[in-house]
């Protein structure tokens, strides 16, 4: 079964679609925070934290070794207004091209610090990520589409999107196969179409934005279909005995 996360740093649009009673976590990174111009990081996300827990919260930090580490444990300290340490912290780590996101992913897996790798394009990122000890690795589904667009001239949107498919499915199978305990998190929604394509790779967990969410519940036929159903209800009340 793929779980939903909602994509967003909003906290009208946690509650609100916390009373959905579907969601499973909340991925944040620092586009989405960007959104609220004007708030203080630390305040938003121990708001955050405490709005969905026990559900997991991935948080961005630095993209170095040293400040990965240092952010991690800064946010591991948070609490509760309860005075509680927070247990759902997960510290987003970006897959870095000099290796010191898996370097980073170790050291808070040894120090029982949860994980979720980031910016993944491919099956081999993911794979060290999980090695590394990831508790989350995120393929980021469109970017992995642009990528392939650009790679290969040849490439049109369909193939590059079977191609980013099949990076999700085989990164699916190699983590099951492999009894890793990391999550594969699929990301970089864009449109709702998007969610159907990438369920038939059913990946663990796919985050959405609030408003391809909302989106996803509506469609004309459906509500014309009520409309119907509403329509001959009432006309069955008049005549009713």
Do not use: H
């Not at 099949?166 to 890793?180: V, Y």
Request: aromatic share 8%.
């Amino acid at each position: 079964m793929t779980n939903i996360f909602l994509d967003t740093a909003n906290l009208e649009e946690i509650e609100q679609i916390k009373r959905w009673e579907i969601i499973k976590g909340v991925t944040t990174n620092q586009k989405i925070f960007l959104k609220e111009k004007g708030c203080n990081f630390e305040k938003q996300a121990k708001a955050i934290l405490e709005a969905v827990q026990p559900l997991p919260v991935s948080l961005e930090g630095p993209n170095d070794y040293e400040g990965i580490i240092k952010a991690a444990k800064e946010y591991n300290i948070w609490e509760d207004t309860d005075g509680k340490r927070f247990r759902n912290m997960v510290v987003k780590v970006p897959m870095l091209g000099n290796g010191d996101g898996l370097k980073a992913v170790k050291t808070l897996s040894n120090d029982f610090i949860k994980t979720n790798v980031t910016a993944c394009m491919t099956l081999n990122q993911a794979f060290l990520a999980a090695n590394a000890g990831a508790t989350y690795v995120s393929l980021f589904y469109n970017r992995i589409k642009d990528w392939r667009l650009k790679a290969n001239s040849n490439n049109n949107e369909k193939q590059a999107a079977i191609e980013a498919l099949l990076t999700i499915s085989e990164t699916m199978k190699m983590l099951e196969e492999g009894e890793f305990r990391t999550k594969l998190i699929v990301g970089s929604i864009r449109k709702v179409t998007d969610i159907e394509e990438i369920l038939t790779a059913q990946p663990d967990i796919i985050t959405i934005p609030t408003k391809i969410l909302k989106e996803m519940v509506k469609n004309e036929m459906t509500e014309s279909t009520l409309k119907d159903f509403e329509n001959a209800w009432e006309e069955f009340k008049k005549y009713e005995k």
